[in-house]
């Protein structure tokens, strides 16, 4: 338990009061922009935490405007990145604004900065500075290359993490140039180990003697993570694994095929016992017993002959038809879904992954929802993320003046 916990709200919660999610009571401040660091911040914010968002006075998040333009300049990335957030300002190169920083720290648990290694101690406010004040912070910082390294201070975009780290090599068709993947997935997924480091660091310090540390998650990293075997495979064997369009060589079946009707199917059967039901869905019994793919290393070496014989299949049936066959028969299969898709799909709506998000100018829209769900304490969408900079400075700031950029009144928060 933190020493910000507000304990009448965690009895209030085990008495059955209400509670807006697991980390209730953990206060964290967010510095930097863009994507990796403040992703973190928005999935503890949505978990409950009091994630403080610090912007310079005039040099706000480029986040802002990112993304389709939709109200006035406004994107609609921003209200869902950064919702459940409070907005301060601080001239972080002013020692008045530091001094101001430092007081936070005092009564906070955690910082997430992404800025580019060696920032915050030009700025005085390294690890031993916030250690100064509050021995028990855990700093949590995302870079591109990490804190240390030859590669430390350069610029990092996930772009460049993604190619640097042979994730996006294998992305994409044999002899074609490895595409984007429609987002910033290695932004993505340093904000989730972000997230998941600061997360242990806090259990860390309040299980074993109270003492907080830096937690180093660079996006390099967070994409080699994901690459499963590729690395012992180079090790051991030598493989250098190479895109391979909509396929896993040596995983059969497992692709996507097309419908009667134009739709995109997968369909994944690569265990011996799936790949029978799949045999008995198609009325082709005879493929299981067939030599050529009886056995998981016998689908792998004829792969190409199997995947034809399952795309003249489905080529014949509409995607409802193939979906029916195959779920019926407890096969894996799933229509390659668009957004548009996504809205129309009842089992989403059924689980709730889209939730409403009512902005005080933008007015109501769907977004994603909070995950993971909690049984006892479920996180929620409170409110989208506060458009005008500093607008949280009288609540949080002793000395909040004038250059930075605060509303007059406050505006109204919060989510039906």
């Given amino acids: ?171 994409g068709h044999p002899g074609e140039l490895p595409p984007r993947f429609g987002i910033s997935l290695g932004d993505s997924l340093a904000g989730m180990f972000a997230a998941q480091g600061l997360l242990a660091a806090l259990y860390h310090r309040d299980a074993f003697g109270g003492e907080g540390q830096v937690v180093d998650v660079s996006i390099l990293e967070s994409c080699f993570a994901l690459l499963e075997s590729a690395a012992p495979e180079y090790d051991r064997l030598g493989r250098v694994r190479r895109p391979s369009g909509t396929r896993l060589p040596g995983l059969a079946p497992s692709n996507v095929f097309r419908s009667r009707d134009e739709a995109l199917v997968v369909i994944a059967a690569n265990q011996d016992a799936l790949f029978r039901r799949l045999c008995e869905a198609m009325d082709r019994g005879e493929l299981a017993t067939d030599p050529r793919f009886a056995t998981h290393r016998a689908r792998s070496a004829n792969q190409d002959e199997l995947e034809t014989e399952i795309a003249n299949w489905a080529s014949a049936r509409t995607a409802a038809e193939i979906d029916h066959a195959l779920e019926s028969s407890g096969v894996v299969c799933a229509r390659v879904n668009t957004i548009a898709d996504v809205f129309a799909d009842p089992h989403v709506r059924a689980r709730e992954m889209l939730v409403e998000h009512d902005d005080p100018e933008l007015g109501s829209f769907l977004g994603p929802a909070v995950i993971p769900k909690f049984s006892r304490t479920p996180g929620r969408v409170r409110w989208t993320g506060p458009w005008r900079p500093g607008q949280h400075n009288r609540e949080l700031l002793q000395d909040p003046g004038e250059p930075r950029c605060e509303p007059a009144e406050p505006r109204r928060e919060g989510v039906r």
């Fill in 1 to 171: 338990m933190t020493a910000r916990t507000n304990r009448t709200t965690l009895e209030a919660s085990r008495e059955g009061g209400p509670i807006d999610g697991p980390l209730v009571g953990v206060r964290i401040l967010e510095l930097g922009s863009l994507i990796a660091g403040p992703f973190a911040g928005r999935l503890l914010a949505d978990l409950g935490a009091e994630v403080i968002k610090v912007e310079a006075p005039e040099r706000h998040d480029p986040l802002r405007e990112w993304g389709q333009e939709y109200l006035d300049g406004r994107s609609l990335w921003w209200p869902v990145m950064n919702r459940n957030k409070k907005l301060i300002t601080l001239d972080l190169q002013q020692e008045s604004d530091r001094a101001s920083l430092l007081e936070l720290a005092q009564d906070s648990d955690a910082m997430i900065e992404n800025f580019r290694p060696g920032t915050l101690e030009r700025w005085e406010l390294g690890f031993d500075r916030l250690q100064g004040v509050n021995p028990s912070i855990v700093l949590v910082r995302v870079s591109g290359y990490g804190q240390t390294g030859p590669y430390a201070r350069r610029p990092g975009f996930a772009a460049a993490a993604e190619a640097m780290s042979g994730l996006r090599y294998i992305n």
